[in-house]
């Protein structure tokens, strides 16, 4: 299994430029998650959805949109990069119905500059 | 205001030592808290995870504990390697919610 897949590894973008991070998960998870982190200061919370069609905001959404049309896909759109955007996303998924927790599986991230 | 703090200095070791990480949380109510361990330039990976009525849970040479009243959880390596070097990172599981909720991480250096 590949387990959560995310693409592309590497961006530069220009200040107003557009464009999607695509994430993948081929272990049938309800739950899939973005996640931003800054040097030092942790995983943010940008959006999260528990099933197809179903998103919700996390901490800091400001400048980001989400789109959940399969199970398998969750794909977080920038509209007009800023610099503020500069940072490494993290998608992630779970299913809690076996623990009951949010025992996330994470991509390898994919670090976004932009200039 | 709700925080989940880590320390932010890093942890320097001597192999062999146990290697002991602090998690402190104020105006959450989790159901669970779990850790993480991140290399650089890969993404976290799951760790342990305690429920908010345990105590204390035992992997291999990890312990976690949980103390709901001290809102504090120390996460144990004992007999630490090199290999163990590492940020790990602190995760609230936050109650009725969908939500995992990230301490900043505490990096740990263990020296040969």
């Known amino acids: 299994n590949a387990g959560v897949t995310q693409t592309p590894k590497f961006r530069i973008l220009k200040i107003g430029q557009s464009m999607t991070l695509q994430c993948t998960q081929d272990m049938n998870h309800n739950y899939m998650y973005w996640y931003r982190q800054d040097p030092g200061m942790g995983l943010k919370l940008i959006y999260y959805?528990?099933?197809?069609?179903?998103?919700d905001k996390g901490e800091v959404p400001n400048g980001y949109n989400v789109s959940r049309s399969t199970t398998e896909d969750f794909p977080l759109r920038l509209e007009l990069a800023a610099p503020s955007q500069t940072s490494v996303y993290f998608c992630a998924s779970t299913d809690p119905q076996g623990t009951g927790a949010n025992v996330l599986t994470f991509g390898a991230g994919s670090r976004l500059t932009v200039l | 205001s709700q925080k989940i703090e880590q320390n932010s200095e890093a942890l320097n070791i001597q192999e062999g030592k146990t290697a002991t990480l602090t998690c402190n949380y104020t105006?959450?109510?989790?159901?669970?808290l779990q850790w993480y361990r991140q290399d650089p330039g890969r993404g976290p990976v799951f760790l342990l995870l305690i429920r908010e009525n345990e105590k204390e849970k035992r992997k291999e040479r990890l312990k976690v504990t949980f103390d709901t009243t001290l809102k504090q959880s120390l996460f144990h390596i004992t007999a630490s390697q090199p290999a163990d070097s590492a940020t790990y990172l602190c995760?609230?599981?936050?109650?009725?919610?969908?939500?995992?909720?990230f301490g900043a991480g505490t990096r740990l250096f263990v020296k040969a």
């Open positions: 959805s528990v099933g197809a069609g179903i998103t």
């Open positions: 105006n959450y109510s989790p159901a669970y």
């Open positions: 995760a609230l599981d936050i109650k009725g919610g969908f939500k995992t909720i």
